[in-house]
């Protein structure tokens, strides 16, 4: 419990430091951003968005920074991301909870399979070294090694077309509207494979490498010997001796690949133009949308925290010494 | 603490003794690196990373056109005058890639050695003082590992206003040094209780003398790990930043292509030579580096060879597989053995 403790509060520190961050941020946007925003959008903003804006940008010139810092606190607890300019003048955080099940339904899925996957081949790989297993290791270097948008861009060229069954581009087809119904989800599903199998090949490769090196460290333990010695099945002392002390770093490296998962998804999502926050994110940087921009930021690192501590709980759950000291 | 003298002359027994290995050192420390280079992986890892550095120094002279000079060729194949064929401006998609090495390499390295003397800093100097300094330094790497930092690249690099490549390098270096930082922690906490530390704290050195001449040598293979993984790291950002169009674009790199490519349909037209190309360099580029760590990995570690063939087929036609820590005895007795010998665990493992 302490453990657990220990965690959320590092995970509300990390939090507020990422607050903090995307704070000064646009702090350090050179010249007067929001003048030239004005004059982009002539006569479109409200006063109220307008001040909305320099409170975001830092240009209020008769406020401290700190009170600048408590304004910025009040408008997020308010859930007030600001407005965005692409799709004026729909609030940020409207936009944002648009697209963001789409990219946790993406990444949850593709990455707890890619997880799993990737294990389970890495105890293969660890366990039957100079089997077949081996000839894993090079593929995965080389596909680990792929950027994920390139991979995306060779599964659109080479498997879609005009009579495949992939689509090339969105969330679901032409002429749907978003519903729970037979027509939604099974549309929903097929635009979401490729993107998926993207991510899955890319990601796993990672899961592979890391399960079997330590598949392979563990499998020269002296437990290990005495299991064996014990006369147990060879599948026993792979599967409940070995692989689970494997899994360990595993579990704990889940938290490291994350990020970078996430970070790959959201280019995955741009070549596919699929309706995530990744396409959000491409939109708002081609017309600088700053605050749709920040906001994105905020939603994934904090998306990524609450991911970090659902994979801590595993840990916690898997590793008895954590739970040792009540 | 003082050590009388008499008992630091028996430490180093005898000036002269010393004179040999002085002369055999060379030599060992010869093979020792030979045996780092004649590990196949690290050893192909490094050719090819070897070719990409020439190409980034002379790619920008020996490449056929310039990358901008547009041509009457537009979006045509591959052919002899374009090896790689063109664009939709009739730029030489070859010289393309051939000039864009040069900024890739860059930012790759540059942001590299940013992100180690970082790491080096911030991991070895918390695991070395340990107590307030370590709590500080780890919180501070931990926030990092967490924020996802491509997101994060993306971002800051988007507020600049001109995002030059060394700016980009920086930015990249600033924001990956976490994991190497928290590894080399862990590494250093586990050398800080060694004998030879105590020993050159006990004569007196200086804090910083220790660091950088007791632990810095034990540290060199985990540095060089990490400088690899995060040179890998920083030209998939660079170029994934190019891709989606926030860096300056006035210099070209594998990004900047893909995002032509991408940007006017070079996948409606099926004019593959406009992307493959340029992916397949990161990727290969990407290989090796990693098969430089995996060399550096074996290295350290030799557990983790792959070994080579490990089923054996026995003259009566049974298979066997080896495994660390096992010597399978085969006799044709179907007696059980009784072992005498100090081997810990002999173990029959016929499979079929």
Do not use: C
Not at chain 2, 22 to 29: S, V
Not at chain 2, 168 to 173: E, R, T, Y
Request: proline share 5%; aromatic share 12%.
């Amino acid at each position: 419990m302490k453990y657990f403790l220990q965690r959320v509060a590092f995970y509300l520190f990390t939090a507020w430091a990422a607050i903090t961050l995307n704070f000064f941020i646009p702090r350090m946007v050179p010249g007067d951003p929001v003048q030239a925003l004005i004059t982009k959008f002539q006569g479109q903003l409200s006063s109220k968005a307008i001040e909305s804006l320099y409170v975001l940008f830092g240009l209020d010139k008769d406020k401290s920074v700190w009170q600048e810092y408590l304004d910025y606190w009040n408008q997020l607890f308010h859930g007030d991301l600001g407005l965005s300019f692409t799709f004026f003048p729909t609030p940020v955080s409207e936009i944002i909870s648009s697209s963001l099940p789409w990219t946790l339904t993406l990444v949850g899925i593709t990455t707890v399979i890619s997880f799993f996957l990737g294990t389970g081949l890495g105890v293969l790989a660890g366990w039957r070294r100079g089997s077949w297993a081996d000839g894993l290791l090079p593929v995965t270097t080389f596909l680990s090694s792929v950027p994920y948008f390139w991979l995306g861009i060779i599964a659109i060229y080479l498997l879609t077309g005009p009579d495949s069954f992939f689509p090339s581009s969105g969330g679901f087809g032409s002429g749907l509207v978003p519903a729970w119904d037979q027509y939604f989800i099974p549309s929903a599903i097929q635009h979401s494979l490729l993107p998926a199998l993207t991510i899955l090949i890319s990601s796993v490769s990672g899961w592979i490498l890391s399960m079997r090196n330590m598949m392979v460290t563990v499998s020269s333990e002296d437990y290990i010997t005495v299991a064996h010695a014990k006369g147990l099945s060879d599948r026993r002392v792979a599967l409940s001796y070995a692989a689970r002390n494997a899994l360990l770093p595993n579990v704990s490296g889940f938290a490291l690949s994350l990020g970078f998962i996430v970070g790959g998804t959201l280019l995955v999502e741009i070549v596919f133009s699929y309706p995530g926050v990744g396409f959000q994110l491409f939109q708002a940087l081609g017309a600088q949308d700053y605050p749709l921009m920040q906001g994105i930021f905020l939603i994934i690192t904090i998306s990524v925290l609450v991911a970090n501590l659902i994979a801590d709980v595993a840990y916690l759950l898997l590793d008895p010494r954590t739970r040792k000291e009540g | 603490m003082t050590i009388p003298t008499s008992s630091l002359e028996q430490v180093i027994p005898g000036q002269g003794s010393m004179a040999q290995p002085e002369a055999g050192k060379p030599t060992k420390a010869k093979r020792q690196r030979f045996r780092f280079i004649s590990n196949k992986k690290a050893a192909a890892g490094l050719i090819i990373l070897g070719i990409y550095v020439v190409v980034a120094i002379i790619g920008p002279w020996v490449a056929p056109y310039d990358p901008d000079a547009r041509g009457n060729d537009l979006v045509q194949p591959p052919s002899g005058a374009h090896w790689l064929g063109t664009t939709h401006l009739g730029q030489d998609v070859f010289s393309q890639l051939l000039s864009g090495t040069r900024s890739v390499m860059f930012v790759g390295f540059f942001a590299g050695i940013v992100a180690t003397v970082l790491s080096v800093l911030i991991g070895v100097t918390a695991g070395y003082l340990g107590g307030r300094t370590d709590e500080g330094l780890s919180a501070l790497s931990n926030v990092f590992l967490v924020i996802p930092a491509l997101p994060l690249i993306i971002i800051i690099t988007s507020t600049l206003e001109s995002a030059e490549d060394w700016l980009i390098a920086l930015v990249i270096g600033f924001t990956s040094w976490s994991w190497n930082a928290r590894v080399l922690r862990a590494q250093t906490l586990s050398l800080r209780r060694r004998d030879f530390v105590d020993a050159s704290r006990a004569t007196g050195e200086k804090t910083w003398r220790v660091i950088v001449f007791e632990l810095m040598p034990n540290l060199t293979a985990v540095i060089a790990s990490g400088f690899v993984g995060t040179v890998i790291f920083a030209v998939l950002s660079e170029i994934t930043l190019a891709f989606i169009g926030v860096t300056s674009g006035t210099t070209w790199n594998w990004g900047t292509i893909l995002f032509w490519a991408q940007g006017q349909q070079a996948l409606a037209q099926e004019a593959w030579w406009w992307f493959i190309p340029a992916g397949l360099a990161i990727a290969i580029l990407g290989t090796a580096l990693s098969l430089i760590n995996f060399g550096i990995d074996e290295f350290v570690s030799p557990r983790l060879r792959s070994v080579g063939k490990t089923k054996i087929k026995t003259v009566d036609g049974r298979t066997v597989r080896m495994r660390i820590g096992f010597t399978p005895v085969l006799s044709r007795s179907a007696a059980p053995h009784t072992h005498a010998s100090p081997t810990p665990v002999i173990r029959k493992e016929v499979t079929q």
